[in-house]
Structure formats: C-alpha cells, structure tokens
C-alpha cells in the first residue's frame, strides 16, 4: 500500500526538525566564532603594540559578548521559533479537524488568544482536550517565557504578578532557567540551550499523541492497512 501523507504532519515536523537543526548550529557556532574572534583580538594586540591592561579589557568584553549577550539573543530567538511552531500548527489542526468534521465554526470565532484559543476550539466543537496531554503543562511554560521575552525583553517585569510568574517558572526548571542580575537595567532571564532542547522534545511528543488520536498519520507516514 502506498503511504498515508498528510501535508499537516508532514509541515509541523519539518518545522520543529528545522528548529532543531537551528539550535544545533548556534550551539556548535558560538565557541567557534568567539575562538576566531579571540585570535583577532591576539593578532591586533600583537600588531598595535597594545598595554596589557588594554588587551585584558578587550578580552573581558569579547567574553562577556560570547558567553553572555550572544547565548541569550540565541536562547531567546529559539523560544520564539519554537513557541511560533506549537501556536502556528496546533491553529492548522484544530481548522483541519473542523473542516473535517464539516464544522461551521472556526478557530477564530472561540475567545481567547494563542494555543488556548486553539484548545478551546478542539474541546467545544470537536470533543478533543488538548489540554489531558501529558506536554501541556511545558508548553504553556513555553507560552510564559515566550511572552517574557516578547513583551518585556527578557526583563523579570515589576509588577507583582510578573514577578510570581517567573519564580514559578525558576521552580519548576532549575539550572536550566536563571535569573541574572544586572547593574543598571532590570534582571533577566536566562534560558540554557538544554531547556530549549527539551521544549522541542516535548512539542515532537504533543503533536505526534494528538495527531495519532486524531487518526491522522504520523511523521513516519505509516503504511495504511
């Protein structure tokens, strides 16, 4: 029997493959690029005839950059992506469930915002709750931080609930999540390249459960008996 392929599941994991694939790279690039940038700095230090204490400077500042600023915009851009991918996709099925089951309401006609809005679609008119999936619970973390990041930068925030929002989030990912605490500006967080890898495991697991109990192919396109 020829595959079963369906164009949903087949865009959601070359979607989250890509992602990974991004993380991947901005891991393997960043001590490489930051090693080249080192024997720059060397090399004009050599050539400028530079004071030690003026070397010593330079160098604690291209540290700084590669082992604080750049992980950060790295780890911050791939929260982004990753929560995109879970809001972008779960959108397509709720509407391609509907479509299927001829239903004439649609995703945007339910309240609410993002992967809830989608959730409540799934469990009113279609009878499926998103919301029993054992990776729930992360990607609405993965919700929380993306909106962090998107809304305040990265900061802690200063209203009380901002500040609860994110000690629980410090509860529940320990060494993965941190606070910095910086001089001038607002604290922020700080989000390890592992959390970000684990996020991406458990979109795979998400979609690959709903999808599966949904009667729909999985991203293997298993042959259709």
């Known amino acids: 029997m020829l595959p079963v392929i369906d164009p949903l599941v ?14 991947d790279i901005l891991n393997d690039a960043i001590p490489i690029v ?29 540290n700084h950059k590669f082992h604080n600023s750049i992980p950060t915009v790295a780890a911050y851009s791939a929260i982004i992506l990753l929560y995109s991918i879970v809001e972008t996709q779960l959108d397509g099925f709720a509407e391609h469930i509907g479509q299927k089951q001829a239903s004439k309401l649609r995703v945007n006609d339910m309240a609410g915002h993002g992967i809830e809005r989608s959730a409540l679609y799934l469990k009113r008119v279609l009878s499926i709750d998103v919301k029993t999936d054992p990776a ?3 990607l609405k973390d993965l919700q929380k931080v993306r909106n962090i990041i998107a809304h305040r930068g990265g900061k802690r925030g200063e209203e009380r ?46 979609f690959e459960r709903i999808f599966k109990a949904a009667g729909l192919p999985n991203r293997h396109m298993e042959l259709d008996r």
């Not at 509860?171 to 700080?190: A, G, M, S, T």
Request: aromatic share 14%; with cysteine.
């Open 34 to 62: 930051q090693a080249r940038e080192l024997t720059y700095l060397s090399q004009l230090a050599r050539e400028g005839g530079w004071e030690p204490q003026e070397y010593a400077a330079e160098k604690l500042l291209l």
């Open 136 to 138: 729930w619970s992360q």
């Open 161 to 206: 609930g901002q500040q609860n929002t994110v000690d629980d989030l410090l509860r529940r990912y320990p060494h993965v999540l941190e606070i910095r605490k910086r001089r001038v500006f607002q604290d922020e967080i700080w989000i390890s390249m592992t959390l970000c890898r684990d996020f991406a495991k458990f979109i795979g697991g998400f």
């Open 10 to 23: 087949i865009e959601t994991f070359a979607r989250l493959h890509g992602a990974i694939a991004f993380l």
